[in-house]
């Protein structure tokens, strides 16, 4: 019989609050809160709670163990959204026996109970979290189990493959190992195409998920902080005609088509006259080889000169002399929104497929490779073979978490909110 766990699932001073509850007996906590039988689960009932401080107009419902989001008996009431209703409803629950429920808990059992497995559970908290169009759409198929539907069908094929070859092992009289080891190999050389595209969305999946990062770069009074607030469409950073105003890197994000980018304002790139420019510069040629894309700012007769492929030459001012690039004035506006789209261009992304954002994903996902690549290669026993396969198949099950350590587990559910 689990515990009663209470949280207000909402966030204070709303028109509506919603207090949730979960485990063995919260049925009898909600009947006993509103003075009425709910005889039906999944049904909402019109009651007045009483809390024997105060009272409330609110909507209840229960779920019975087995049909509610944690997978066990679970209510909800509906409330005003006042601080002090919501908290005289949870202190009721908590003199019935209840506990106030940690963060992430009503997942956690979600996840205890196999509601969820772990890839649903991190889209569910990316799902939470996300800021843009495409943070939430990417979140929600993995909180709609689509990675794990993908993971899960790779460990399907493993596992074939993995009896196959035991199967040969045990029958030594038939000589069948290396014929049936050979086989193999066919397929799991497609198990591994499908890991590597997998772990190639990773790129995008994180850029989704923490923002595209692009770096404005050039030489002093070129007007690169001017553009970055043209970007940003309000002022950010200092604007000053000294050169070296810029000494340390400035970031801000802005959301642009429903994807979100990460911009870098930093120093200007010349001899430096003091250390503390120095150490500006030094920061700015770090960030210049972390970004994804950098705009490369000049002006007239003096453009920045790059031919990486991740640099983005702009010719700034161009209100008073055109250059060569993409020409913009940040302090006219001219180009501004042209810049954004091409920029949003460069940035583009396969729009197609479940694409992993968390370093726990990847790991897993590399793991699982190198035992197959080793596995593939191998000229040793039938046994050992089978060993590294059955290594892959364990990795894939850490992204699922078919065999996630508790460690894994605590750090995953202590991301989330109270009352999820």
Same mark, same amino acid.
């Given at each position: 019989m689990s515990k009663v766990i209470v949280a207000a699932s909402t966030p204070m001073g709303g028109a509506i609050a919603i207090v949730r509850l979960s485990g063995s007996s919260c049925?009898?906590?909600?009947?006993?809160?509103?003075?009425?039988?709910?005889?039906?689960?999944?049904?909402?009932?019109?009651?007045?709670?009483?809390?024997?401080?105060?009272?409330?107009?609110?909507?209840?419902?229960?779920?019975?163990?087995?049909?509610?989001?944690? *997978?066990?008996? &679970? !209510? %909800?009431?509906?409330?005003?959204?006042? =601080?002090?209703?919501?908290?005289?409803? /949870?202190?009721?629950?908590?003199?019935? *026996?209840?506990? &106030? !429920? %940690?963060?992430?808990?009503?997942?956690? =059992?979600?996840?205890?109970?196999?509601? /969820?497995?772990?890839?649903?559970?991190? *889209?569910?908290?990316?799902?939470?979290?996300?800021?843009?169009?495409?943070q939430a759409a990417n979140a929600y198929s993995s909180a709609d189990g689509e990675l794990k539907r993908t993971v899960e069908g790779l460990q399907s094929e493993l596992a074939k493959i993995i009896a196959a070859v035991e199967v040969a092992i045990d029958y030594p009289e038939e000589d069948i190992e290396t014929e049936t080891v050979s086989a193999s190999k066919l397929r799991v050389a497609e198990v591994l195409q499908k890991i590597g595209e997998l772990e190639q969305s990773f790129d995008d999946g994180k850029k989704i998920r923490n923002g595209v990062k692009?770096?404005?770069?050039?030489?002093?009074?070129?007007?690169?902080?001017?553009?970055?607030?043209?970007?940003?469409?309000?002022?950010?950073?200092?604007?000053?005609?000294?050169?070296?105003?810029?000494?340390?890197?400035?970031?801000?994000?802005?959301?642009?088509?429903?994807?979100?980018?990460?911009?870098?304002?930093?120093?200007?790139?010349r001899a430096a006259e003091c250390e503390a420019e120095k150490e500006g510069i030094i920061l700015a040629e770090d960030e210049i080889k972390g970004a994804d894309l950098v705009i490369g700012v000049g002006i007239s007769g003096d453009e920045y000169q790059s031919e990486n492929e991740k640099t983005l030459v702009v010719t700034n001012k161009c209100d008073v002399a055109r250059g060569k690039g993409f020409n913009v004035s940040a302090q006219s506006g001219e180009g501004i929104e042209a810049l954004k789209e091409l920029i949003y261009s460069r940035?583009?992304?396969?729009?197609?497929?479940?694409?992993?954002?968390?370093?726990?994903?990847?790991?897993?996902?590399?793991?699982?490779?190198?035992?197959?690549?080793r596995a593939r290669q191998s000229t040793a026993t039938a046994?050992?073979?089978?060993?590294?396969?059955?290594?892959?198949?364990?990795?894939?099950?850490?992204?699922?978490?078919?065999?996630?350590?508790?460690?894994?587990?605590?750090?995953?559910?202590?991301?989330?909110?109270?009352?999820?």
């Open positions: 049925k009898g906590m909600v009947e006993k809160l509103c003075g009425k039988t709910l005889p039906q689960p999944r049904r909402s009932y019109y009651v007045e709670a009483d809390t024997g401080t105060v009272r409330d107009k609110c909507v209840a419902v229960w779920y019975e163990d087995g049909k509610s989001y944690t *997978g066990e008996e &679970s !209510a %909800e009431i509906y409330c005003h959204g006042s =601080r002090v209703i919501v908290e005289e409803i /949870i202190k009721f629950f908590l003199r019935q *026996g209840a506990v &106030s !429920a %940690e963060r992430g808990e009503f997942t956690l =059992r979600a996840y205890q109970n196999q509601r /969820i497995d772990l890839t649903e559970a991190e *889209g569910i908290i990316d799902l939470i979290n996300a800021e843009t169009v495409e692009v770096v404005i770069a050039g030489k002093p009074n070129v007007g690169k902080s001017s553009l970055f607030n043209a970007l940003l469409g309000f002022r950010r950073a200092i604007v000053n005609a000294a050169a070296g105003t810029t000494r340390d890197v400035i970031e801000c994000g802005f959301v642009y088509k429903g994807r979100k980018f990460v911009l870098a304002d930093t120093a200007g790139i940035t583009d992304f396969e729009p197609k497929g479940i694409k992993i954002n968390n370093m726990r994903q990847f790991s897993a996902l590399v793991e699982a490779k190198e035992c197959l690549l046994d050992c073979y089978a060993s590294d396969l059955s290594e892959a198949y364990n990795a894939l099950g850490k992204i699922t978490g078919v065999i996630g350590s508790d460690e894994i587990i605590a750090e995953i559910f202590s991301a989330f909110c109270v009352g999820k």
